[in-house]
């Protein structure tokens, strides 16, 4: 068995909040690799991750359930997952 790789965008619930201080907030719940941001429109940014963990611990339910908890997160979509 070997490592996924994980991509999600994170949609903000707000312009308002605070991106870095968002991925500081996941990356204490699922460390975070990488991160960039990706303009949606009208103002509001959202923060792109991508997290990696072992494949035998499952599917992606429990880290976008986890993620969606966070305060001024308004929805967590995963975009891809990929074997390393």
Do not use: C
């Amino acid at each position: 068995m070997g490592d996924v790789a994980i991509s999600l965008k994170v949609t903000p619930e707000g312009t308002e909040v605070n991106l870095e201080d968002l991925k500081d907030r996941i990356d204490k719940v699922f460390p975070v690799e990488d991160s960039q941001t990706e303009k949606i429109g009208f103002g509001l940014t959202a923060l792109k991750i991508l997290i990696v963990r072992d494949e035998e611990k499952g599917g992606t339910d429990d880290i976008e359930n986890r993620v969606e908890e966070i305060e001024d997160v308004a929805s967590v979509v995963v975009e891809n997952v990929s074997l390393l």
